[in-house]
RNA sequence: GCCGAUGUGGUGAAACUGGCAUACACGCAGCUCUCAAAAAGCUGUGGCUAUAACAAGCCGUGAGAGUUCGAGUCUCUCCAUCGGCACCA
């Protein structure tokens, strides 16, 4: 099936290409071959690599026209499988066809890869194939990087980046330490969700309906002491900014809500017979119809009410503390709403209404949401009515229904709540104002009374940032217990902590054996006394390391920031290349040294001499100020939507806050970058790391989910290797909408196949024309005899319009599809010629070269290595005959000093840096138009016309109205109106 | 329960601003080439009615209403599927 090119030409016979060959083949191209050649020549010539540093050509060391920087991302892959993907490779394709596209425009595009290797994910698959993290790595980065380099996409392998590496955690860490210093990071007991099965807590938005997002398992609640980022402080910013964003409609909602703000007031209720107070918070302040107070079992209202800080007699106190015990150890179910509660037997009262209301504890009360007190309204929230209902406490209705509804709130069914329409009733001073109006003359009433104020609330909580695991950047935190007793610490309100000083990061994570998760909640490092004992920064005195690592999240919530900035460590340095050998191998991968790592020997050393030793940059940050200006932020994202309320929403959170410390500066000397940028939007702009993110969809196979337990995970390789990387590209694509993702099916695969094929063959076919007696003129004017030579060049120059609009807009399976009726219209006019017995044209194509090579443009980024042999086929039509010999070695010379771009020689520049082609909106127009004729609104027929008739519309309609198709309609009837839509159809209405 | 998305042939899907519904492809059927197969190519392919054939007619975008000369597209009410959030006060 993958027939290699008979490339046993005889000097006078035609080239193989469009020749069946003696045992009556017809050429496929070869992919293999084709494949692999051009991978080569575009890694030997540096076509891919950024021209990072000012528009320093990394091929030739010259200065290139001003530089264009465009920064086309993807979401980096966490590697904890066995292989790539299909969905990687999607994803991939997906935002390289776009990258490729926008160098065509014009851009200095940056594509970058790197792995996301640190973490939960891999190290649980690790210890699942019983392989240790560290060997895992090596050996995942080497399958993913050999992988990614198959399918075609234009990565600059010069800069990558792999979370695990010394050289990028030092600075994750260093990124802690930040945190740490402006009062972002703090300790505290708080209860978080742990995995029983990972062994270690997680954050909010890795819990999934009440399971761990890795392994499924129960989430339990535990009170445990651990880190957190105050990304709670950045709410208000993070949820401004969104409106104005060029994102994904969905991710912005979906970020929206799960920031949560909710606008309500705290009221404070007075217990009676204490000095205490219960603060509610609510968005409904339905006072006259509040019956009683609920609070959470973990509230510090229960803990007094225990400790016997506050007054109850001993039965109630013990049945208090058993139901907020029982409460504290019972898993609840996902979607439970059965209540349960107990009596405090003390009241609050309730100024506004004047009375005095029972305080309940109930576990269907939050903790963590609002104040953990709620002021029970039975008859206007549904959970208060069926507390209510349960435990026999009055309902009250204040609501009147828009119907007039007074009759008795008996079921849930009756419950008018927030949102809803109706009337203020039993409500002394607020009986006959609109529900919603009644509420807010509340809160101004209880704010003028001072019991209470108006605040706004957030689901977002802080992040959760500390992992008891062994496979992630080790927090670069020490606890000195001397200071603490004395109250000393770094900041103030945490004595006994410090951080690492800079100069000793990073904290090089050790290689230890017993890596496995402990069931006491106890990290592993933890068990390691030569990783954890330290002298205190402060007193010298014994000191001791934090053991706990950070989460894969803030590996990621940075990556960006660094790729451009990768290999412009030394900006001048003759060969920027050099970076790469020493991220494959990582020092990680010096395992002999074992513990000795852990005394942050070579691998610190390795680790400083990357960071520190810069040319004309202090390194105190991980990245080139001066890069970072020209390359950031992001200006296009391109990832799954599973990630809006993690990666992207923490991505954020960190932006901002390097950027209010000062780290990241965009003012001054605008580069082009951000001359781009509207100035009146610049601020906004900066103030976020990515200008467009583009949310693609899920592939799918057998119309679900692709995933290890069904079996029916697509591996990409066996594909690229039957039909060749460019031929799945486009099938990817060409299945539905990259943003809606789509349905894998080989048999669709080999439809795609074949119409590579038939390109192959049309653009080969036509180099032939030039190499035949027929000149490129001749044969124009050969098939312009009978029309179609125009016809072509009119549907080619309707392409190129097309297939940009679709790039721009990532349609890709449209662009693809308008593509296959070009190549169709070709092969048509091509028969036609057959049909004539028109031997020239036989022989040669219906496409002359010129239009072969607009074609091949067009190509060009969805199927890069076959667009690029055809386009030297096109350009070196001499070349042919010698082609598809496996003689790669020829084009080695092809770099050439005199110029300023790789591939560039005297007679061969690459397509992929060709300009896209241009539009000719002179031919645009048509002259001939289709023009459908409707009777009521129902299409009777169709009328071929010049564009001149139509202009006489009065004529033209009673043109229409006398054909023969039509008349039979109008014929005793009589119109009562006409609608002309000019150039696309006529409608009578009738009778 | 709330938020979001999606519903179009046997299948994946087009129709972007209301204007010829089913582009493009897969599959299927028939044919050409061939000793044969593969490859390649050609023709047909929404449903129903109907015809020797050429025609022709009606129905048709999850269901039902509405707006409009005209609705896959806009409005309303449902139904189904898939994602996300969820006792959020």
Same mark, same amino acid.
């Given at each position: 099936?993958?027939?290699?090119?008979?490339?046993?030409?005889?000097?006078?016979?035609?080239?193989?290409?469009?020749?069946?060959?003696?045992?009556?083949?017809?050429?496929?191209?070869?992919?293999?071959?084709?494949?692999?050649?051009? *991978?080569?020549?575009?890694?030997?010539?540096?076509?891919?690599?950024?021209?990072?540093?000012?528009?320093?050509?990394?091929?030739?060391? +010259?200065?290139?026209?001003?530089?264009?920087?465009?920064?086309?991302?993807?979401?980096?892959? =966490?590697?904890?499988?066995?292989?790539?993907?299909?969905?990687?490779?999607?994803?991939?394709?997906?935002?390289?066809?776009?990258?490729? =596209?926008?160098?065509?425009?014009?851009?200095?595009?940056?594509?970058?890869?790197?792995?996301?290797?640190?973490?939960?994910?891999?190290?649980?698959?690790?210890?699942?194939?019983?392989?240790?993290?560290?060997?895992?790595?090596?050996?995942?980065?080497?399958?993913?990087?050999?992988?990614?380099?198959?399918?075609?996409?234009?990565?600059?392998?010069?800069?990558?980046?792999?979370?695990?590496?010394?050289?990028?955690?030092?600075?994750?860490?260093?990124?802690?330490?930040?945190?740490?210093?402006?009062?972002?990071?703090?300790?505290?007991?708080?209860?978080?969700?742990?995995?029983?099965?990972?062994?270690?807590?997680?954050?909010? @938005?890795?819990?999934?309906?009440?399971?761990?997002?890795?392994?499924?398992?129960?989430?339990?609640?535990?009170?445990?002491?651990?880190?957190?980022?105050?990304?709670?402080? =950045?709410?208000?910013?993070?949820?401004?900014?969104?409106?104005?964003?060029?994102?994904?409609?969905?991710?912005?909602?979906?970020?929206?809500?799960?920031?949560?703000?909710?606008?309500?007031?705290?009221?404070?209720?007075?217990?009676?017979?204490?000095?205490?107070?219960?603060?509610?918070?609510?968005?409904?302040?339905?006072?006259?119809?509040?019956?009683?107070?609920?609070?959470?079992?973990?509230?510090?209202?229960?803990?007094?009410?225990?400790?016997?800080?506050?007054?109850?007699?001993?039965?109630?106190?013990?049945?208090?503390?058993?139901?907020?015990?029982?409460?504290?150890?019972?898993?609840?179910?996902?979607?439970?709403?059965?209540?349960?509660?107990?009596?405090?037997?003390?009241?609050?009262?309730?100024?506004?209404?004047?009375?005095?209301?029972?305080?309940?504890?109930?576990?269907?009360?939050?903790?963590?949401?609002?104040?953990?007190?709620?002021?029970?309204?039975?008859?206007? %929230?549904?959970?208060?009515?069926?507390?209510?209902?349960?435990?026999?406490?009055?309902?009250?209705?204040?609501?009147?229904?828009?119907?007039?509804?007074?009759?008795?709130? %008996?079921?849930?069914?009756?419950?008018?709540?927030?949102?809803?329409?109706?009337?203020?009733?039993?409500?002394?001073?607020?009986?006959?104002?609109?529900?919603?109006?009644? +509420?807010?003359?509340?809160?101004?009433?209880?704010?003028?009374?001072?019991?209470?104020?108006?605040?706004?609330?957030?689901?977002?909580?802080?992040?959760?940032?500390?992992?008891?695991?062994?496979?992630?950047?080790?927090?670069?935190?020490?606890?000195?217990?001397?200071?603490?007793?004395?109250?000393?610490?770094?900041?103030?309100?945490?004595?006994?902590?410090?951080?690492?000083?800079?100069?000793?990061?990073?904290?090089?994570?050790?290689?230890?054996?017993?890596?496995?998760?402990?069931?006491?909640?106890?990290?592993?490092?933890?068990?390691?006394?030569?990783?954890?004992?330290?002298?205190?920064?402060?007193?010298?005195?014994?000191?001791?390391?934090?053991?706990?690592?950070?989460?894969?999240?803030?590996?990621?919530?940075?990556?960006?920031?660094?790729?451009?900035?990768?290999?412009?460590?030394?900006?001048?340095?003759?060969?920027?290349?050099?970076?790469?050998?020493?991220?494959?191998?990582?020092?990680?991968?010096?395992?002999?040294?074992?513990?000795?790592?852990?005394?942050?020997?070579?691998?610190?050393?390795?680790?400083?001499?990357?960071?520190?030793?810069?040319?004309?940059?202090?390194?105190?940050?991980?990245?080139?100020?001066?890069?970072?200006?020209?390359?950031?932020?992001?200006?296009?994202?391109?990832?799954?939507?599973?990630?809006?309320?993690?990666?992207?929403?923490?991505?954020?959170?960190?932006?901002?806050?390097?950027?209010?410390?000062?780290?990241?500066?965009?003012?001054?000397?605008?580069?082009?970058?951000?001359?781009?940028?509207?100035?009146?939007?610049?601020?906004?702009?900066?103030?976020?790391?990515?200008?467009?993110?583009?949310?693609?969809?899920?592939?799918?196979?057998?119309?679900?989910?692709?995933?290890?337990?069904?079996?029916?995970?697509?591996?990409?390789?066996?594909?690229? *290797?039957?039909?060749?990387?460019?031929?799945?590209?486009?099938?990817?694509?060409?299945?539905?909408?990259?943003?809606?993702?789509?349905?894998?099916?080989?048999?669709?695969?080999?439809?795609?196949?074949?119409?590579?094929?038939?390109?192959?063959?049309?653009?080969?076919?036509?180099?032939?024309?030039?190499?035949?007696?027929?000149?490129?003129?001749?044969?124009?004017?050969?098939?312009?005899?009978?029309?179609?030579?125009?016809?072509?060049?009119?549907?080619?120059?309707?392409?190129?319009?097309?297939?940009?609009?679709?790039?721009?807009?990532?349609?890709?399976?449209?662009?693809?599809?308008?593509?296959?009726?070009?190549?169709?219209?070709?092969?048509?006019?091509?028969?036609?010629?057959?049909?004539?017995?028109?031997?020239?044209?036989?022989?040669?194509?219906?496409?002359?070269?010129?239009?072969?090579?607009?074609?091949?443009?067009?190509?060009?980024?969805?199927?890069?290595?076959?667009?690029?042999?055809?386009?030297?086929?096109?350009?070196?039509?001499?070349?042919?005959?010698?082609?598809?010999?496996?003689?790669?070695?020829?084009?080695?010379?092809?770099?050439?000093?005199?110029?300023?771009?790789?591939?560039?020689?005297?007679?061969?520049?690459?397509?992929?840096?060709?300009?896209?082609? @241009?539009?000719?909106?002179?031919?645009?127009?048509?002259?001939?138009?289709?023009?459908?004729?409707?009777?009521?609104?129902?299409?009777?027929?169709?009328?071929?016309?010049?564009?001149?008739?139509?202009?006489?519309?009065?004529?033209?309609?009673?043109?229409?109205?006398?054909?023969?198709?039509?008349?039979?309609?109008?014929?005793?009837?009589?119109?009562?109106?006409?609608?002309?839509?000019?150039?696309?159809?006529?409608?009578?209405?009738?009778?």
């Amino acid at each position: 099936m993958k027939q290699s090119v008979n490339l046993d030409t005889s000097k006078n016979s035609p080239p193989a290409h469009f020749q069946e060959d003696s045992s009556g083949r017809q050429a496929r191209y070869d992919h293999r071959a084709i494949e692999a050649k051009w *991978a080569k020549i575009w890694k030997d010539t540096k076509l891919n690599e950024a021209p990072i540093s000012s528009g320093i050509d990394p091929s030739t060391m +010259l200065r290139i026209r001003p530089l264009r920087p465009y920064y086309n991302l993807m979401m980096f892959p =966490y590697p904890s499988a066995e292989g790539l993907h299909v969905g990687n490779m999607y994803a991939f394709t997906g935002s390289d066809i776009f990258g490729r =596209y926008m160098r065509m425009k014009g851009y200095d595009v940056f594509e970058p890869i790197g792995l996301d290797g640190f973490g939960i994910h891999s190290e649980n698959f690790a210890l699942k194939i019983g392989r240790h993290p560290m060997d895992h790595a090596v050996i995942t980065e080497k399958n993913f990087y050999a992988q990614l380099s198959k399918i075609g996409a234009m990565f600059d392998w010069s800069r990558t980046v792999e979370t695990y590496n010394p050289n990028y955690y030092r600075w994750t860490q260093w990124l802690f330490v930040q945190m740490f210093k402006q009062g972002l990071a703090y300790r505290a007991k708080a209860s978080v969700n742990y995995c029983p099965s990972c062994k270690t807590v997680l954050a909010d @938005e890795q819990v999934i309906d009440g399971l761990c997002e890795r392994c499924k398992s129960v989430v339990e609640k535990r009170l445990l002491e651990q880190w957190f980022f105050r990304i709670t402080t =950045y709410a208000e910013r993070l949820l401004g900014n969104l409106d104005g964003m060029d994102w994904t409609e969905k991710v912005k909602i979906a970020q929206k809500n799960w920031i949560g703000k909710k606008e309500g007031i705290e009221i404070h209720y007075p217990v009676k017979d204490t000095k205490e107070e219960i603060v509610c918070f609510t968005t409904a302040p339905v006072n006259f119809g509040m019956t009683f107070i609920v609070i959470s079992p973990q509230h510090e209202f229960v803990a007094k009410i225990v400790r016997g800080e506050i007054a109850v007699s001993k039965e109630k106190s013990k049945e208090i503390a058993e139901y907020a015990q029982a409460c504290a150890k019972r898993k609840k179910e996902v979607g439970e709403k059965e209540k349960t509660g107990v009596n405090t037997g003390l009241f609050a009262t309730n100024r506004v209404a004047g009375w005095d209301v029972p305080i309940w504890i109930s576990d269907f009360v939050v903790k963590e949401v609002g104040t953990g007190a709620v002021q029970g309204c039975p008859a206007h %929230d549904t959970r208060d009515f069926e507390f209510a209902r349960k435990f026999g406490l009055p309902i009250k209705r204040v609501v009147m229904g828009p119907d007039g509804d007074m009759s008795e709130v %008996d079921t849930v069914g009756k419950v008018i709540v927030h949102g809803m329409n109706g009337t203020m009733v039993n409500s002394e001073f607020l009986n006959g104002l609109p529900f919603e109006e009644g +509420l807010q003359k509340t809160m101004d009433f209880v704010e003028k009374k001072g019991w209470g104020k108006r605040v706004s609330t957030y689901h977002l909580r802080d992040w959760l940032i500390s992992r008891q695991r062994y496979w992630g950047p080790p927090i670069p935190m020490i606890y000195c217990g001397k200071c603490a007793k004395v109250g000393k610490g770094e900041k103030n309100d945490m004595p006994g902590w410090y951080s690492v000083p800079e100069k000793d990061l990073p904290v090089v994570l050790p290689r230890i054996e017993d890596y496995k998760p402990g069931d006491d909640g106890i990290a592993p490092l933890a068990k390691h006394k030569e990783f954890f004992n330290v002298a205190c920064p402060s007193c010298g005195s014994a000191a001791r390391r934090e053991t706990d690592v950070s989460d894969t999240f803030l590996d990621s919530s940075w990556y960006f920031l660094r790729y451009p900035s990768v290999g412009n460590i030394k900006s001048q340095s003759p060969n920027p290349n050099t970076q790469q050998g020493s991220n494959l191998q990582s020092p990680i991968t010096n395992d002999q040294q074992g513990m000795k790592n852990s005394k942050n020997t070579s691998m610190l050393s390795e680790a400083k001499s990357s960071g520190l030793e810069i040319g004309d940059w202090k390194l105190d940050i991980p990245w080139n100020p001066e890069v970072t200006r020209q390359w950031l932020p992001v200006e296009m994202y391109t990832g799954g939507a599973e990630h809006s309320v993690l990666h992207l929403l923490y991505s954020r959170f960190i932006w901002k806050a390097l950027r209010d410390w000062g780290y990241l500066d965009f003012s001054g000397e605008a580069g082009p970058r951000l001359a781009r940028q509207d100035p009146a939007s610049q601020d906004s702009a900066w103030d976020e790391p990515f200008s467009t993110f583009f949310a693609h969809g899920l592939v799918i196979k057998d119309g679900s989910k692709m995933s290890k337990s069904k079996g029916n995970v697509v591996n990409p390789d066996e594909y690229i *290797a039957t039909y060749g990387a460019d031929a799945l590209r486009i099938y990817l694509m060409f299945m539905g909408p990259f943003s809606q993702g789509g349905d894998f099916r080989d048999s669709a695969m080999e439809g795609v196949s074949r119409w590579l094929n038939r390109v192959w063959r049309i653009v080969t076919t036509s180099i032939h024309n030039t190499q035949s007696p027929i000149s490129n003129a001749q044969h124009f004017a050969l098939l312009n005899k009978e029309g179609s030579g125009e016809k072509i060049a009119k549907a080619l120059n309707k392409l190129v319009k097309k297939v940009g609009e679709d790039m721009e807009h990532r349609r890709y399976n449209t662009a693809i599809a308008s593509m296959m009726e070009f190549t169709n219209l070709v092969a048509d006019a091509r028969l036609l010629a057959l049909q004539q017995g028109d031997s020239a044209r036989q022989e040669g194509g219906a496409l002359a070269v010129d239009q072969a090579q607009v074609l091949v443009k067009l190509l060009a980024p969805l199927a890069p290595h076959l667009a690029e042999e055809m386009w030297e086929l096109l350009n070196q039509p001499s070349a042919i005959s010698r082609q598809s010999s496996d003689k790669t070695g020829e084009l080695k010379e092809i770099k050439s000093e005199t110029t300023h771009y790789p591939l560039r020689t005297t007679n061969y520049i690459s397509v992929h840096i060709e300009p896209w082609p @241009e539009v000719d909106e002179s031919i645009l127009a048509e002259d001939e138009v289709t023009v459908a004729v409707q009777i009521n609104g129902k299409t009777r027929a169709t009328i071929v016309t010049s564009l001149a008739t139509i202009k006489e519309e009065s004529a033209f309609v009673s043109l229409c109205q006398s054909d023969g198709r039509i008349k039979k309609y109008l014929d005793g009837k009589t119109i009562v109106k006409t609608i002309v839509v000019p150039g696309k159809l006529i409608n009578f209405v009738i009778e």
